[in-house]
């Protein structure tokens, strides 16, 4: 059964720093990996995805790698902003045509000081 | 543009009374979804909907039901409703595509008593 660990489940940066949230997963025969941001009270946006034959995506100052092979996912935010402060969560699909059937992690609680 | 909808926003109820959450998207997508999310648990899937018509399992089923009433609806039926089943509720769509990107509304509170 899979399993997706976030660590840490908090972090606390200085705006400005690039930082890095980190993601495993324990069976590596996934189809894609996503990253998403969720607001207090609010419900998840899609930052990126990662289809497994794909080793990263970019969008903006974010950065998402995948190495399947060590069974871990990045998201690297660059130049980071309170306007980044959110919790992040990664999440697992392991079916072509269902990319909604997800297995998530705890998530990462960001918060970024001006 | 409206996406996900989700109702009701917040809800208390007592041990025993049942209750819907209505769910609607706007998007065309063929897929919708159930999921719950507690503190340190992440999301977890309960019930997905791949096309109208079908239903399926996901992670935590028990005590629930579903209905694809239509492409546009995907309701979530608590019949007796549990402590254990406080928790925020999060209904999603998405495409049956490669690599399209999942929708999620913004979320219903529900607190048993």
């Known amino acids: 059964k899979q399993e997706v660990t976030q660590i840490p489940a908090a972090l606390s940066v200085p705006e400005g720093e690039n930082l890095v949230l980190n993601c495993s997963f324990t069976d590596s025969a996934i189809y894609n990996l996503q990253w998403f941001r969720q607001d207090p009270g609010k419900g998840l946006t899609s930052l990126l995805l990662i289809q497994s034959s794909q080793r990263e995506q970019t969008s903006g100052r974010l950065n998402a790698s995948l190495d399947k092979s060590s069974g871990r996912s990045t998201l690297y935010i660059a130049a980071s902003q309170p306007g980044d402060s959110a919790t992040y969560l990664c999440a697992a699909s392991h079916l072509y045509n269902q990319g909604g059937k997800l297995i998530f992690g705890q998530g990462t609680e960001l918060s970024v000081k001006p | ?113």
């Open chain 2, 1 to 113: 543009n409206a996406g996900v909808t989700q109702t009701p926003k917040f809800q208390v109820l007592k041990t025993g009374q049942s209750m819907t959450l209505q769910c609607a998207q706007d998007m065309n997508h063929n897929s919708m979804y159930w999921y719950r999310q507690d503190p340190g648990m992440g999301l977890r899937l309960i019930y997905y909907s791949a096309s109208e018509g079908t239903t399926d399992k996901g992670e935590v089923p028990n005590g629930y039901n579903v209905s694809r009433l239509n492409k546009r609806e995907f309701s979530l039926r608590l019949e007796s409703a549990a402590p254990s089943q406080t928790s925020v509720y999060f209904c999603a769509s998405s495409e049956v595509r490669v690599g399209n990107t999942i929708y999620f509304g913004e979320g219903s509170w529900l607190t048993v008593v």
